[in-house]
């Protein structure tokens, strides 16, 4: 006999099957051996004592601080630990239950567990002088070639974009903007390379998006979160995919002194009040960006990645874009030049968290890393 400890990442539907235990068991025991934790903050004492007692009786935890028992405190935090059965019966036994359990009990029933759809990679291309790496600026003859290379290594999406949004950068005209990407968008319109890969563009201005939407492209990429209301026109009215991503501020002044009553919370709020906005437009084909580096500092950015798990409640498909950003410095000095070691890491981790789709400056080597870490999750003992 022989006994391994495992990873607990490991494909549960493989090795179950590995084991040949019965459908029905398979779907019992997949339940138990995903371990979930739920950071609640400000809860209720009163409240924590039910929930504790509630989350003991199926075997659950909650942590709390040591006197909640005695409710001297109004508020404490807890830590509620479960697997994926005790979160489901947890999400029903709250529901009755007063001092805001009814609240936690609609997070613990919206939470998506991570999926194994394949993850998307998006190329990035830039038509500008002053994006932060260079390595992404491409004009002309240079940025097709540069778009067959990216489909050749394996991107699924390409991203273009006409002006700079690093911080300190400033709003370019409309009509700069679309002179810019107006011979790279008719190239690929004339060459139909649409048919091969999709195309987004990143931009907020009405008239560029327009321009390239009419000319196959099938994505719009706002940073601003489908701010105007004559994107969300142009969005639905062309029958296309956004990404809503978040950003504070604007870029000139979005690194002034980042800050948040609490940044999962808050761009969990900002989502929910654009999603609602989209939807009264009529679009229901979104993406959600947290947008890394858009008004954030080092912990800000890190908090987002390691916890992007939590935006699988909003069931929509969720972009991760750290390529090379400065965050990376801040954690271990180094150029531009230098940060694919980094960035690779930082986007699995985000993969891990339920990110399906990566935008990035280095297609070949997110394609090889998607490929290893893919093998390692479906590989058995």
């Known amino acids: 006999m022989q006994v391994f400890k495992i990873d607990k990442d490991i494909d549960k539907d493989k090795i179950l099957k590995n084991i040949a235990s019965t459908a029905q068991g398979n779907k019992i025991m997949k339940d138990k051996m995903d371990c979930h934790l739920f950071y609640i903050q400000d809860l209720r004492t009163p409240a924590a004592n039910i929930l504790k007692q509630d989350a003991l009786s199926i075997g659950a935890e909650l942590a709390v601080e040591k006197d909640t028992i005695l409710c001297k405190d109004k508020y404490t935090n807890a830590l509620l630990i479960v697997n994926e059965k005790q979160r489901k019966i947890l999400s029903q036994k709250e529901k009755i239950q007063p001092f805001g359990l009814k609240e936690v009990a609609q997070v613990l029933a919206e ?3 991570h999926n194994t759809t394949e993850t998307k990679i998006m190329g990035v291309i830039n038509a500008n002088s002053d994006s932060f790496f260079e ?39 409309e009509e700069e903007e679309l002179d810019r990407i107006k011979g790279i968008v008719d190239t690929i319109y004339e060459q139909k390379l649409y048919e091969k890969v999709q195309f987004s563009l990143d931009s907020y201005a009405p008239k560029v998006i327009d321009y390239a939407l009419s000319r196959g492209f099938s994505i719009v990429n706002d940073i601003t979160g489908l701010e105007n209301d004559e994107v969300c026109e142009l969005v639905k009215s062309y029958q296309v995919q956004v990404v809503i991503m978040h950003m504070q501020n604007r870029p000139l002044t979005m690194q002034d002194n980042p800050s948040y009553k609490h940044i999962i919370s808050d761009v969990e709020n900002f989502f929910m009040q654009r999603i609602s906005k989209a939807k009264k437009f009529g ?11 858009f008004g954030k500092n080092l912990e800000h950015n890190l908090m987002l990645i390691k916890h992007m798990g939590h935006f699988q409640k909003f069931n929509l498909p969720l972009l991760i874009g750290a390529s090379r950003k400065s965050l990376i410095d801040k954690m271990i000095s180094c150029d531009v030049s230098q940060r694919l070691p980094g960035t690779l890491v930082l986007h699995l981790k985000a993969i891990e968290e339920g ?7 280095d297609v070949k080597e997110h394609k090889q890393a998607l490929v290893v870490h893919k093998y390692l999750h479906e590989t058995l003992i």
């Not at 778009?147 to 394996?154: N, S, V």
């Not at 679009?283 to 580096?293: F, K, Q, S, T």
């Open 111 to 113: 939470y998506k567990p």
């Open 135 to 173: 390595g992404s600026r491409f004009q002309g003859i240079e940025a097709i070639k540069s778009i067959e290379d990216m489909i050749e290594d394996g991107a699924d999406i390409i991203d273009i974009g006409g002006v700079s949004s690093r911080p300190g950068s400033v709003e370019v005209p």
């Open 283 to 293: 679009i229901e084909d979104i993406v959600l960006d947290v947008g890394i580096g």
């Open 355 to 361: 990110a399906s789709i990566v935008r990035c400056h």
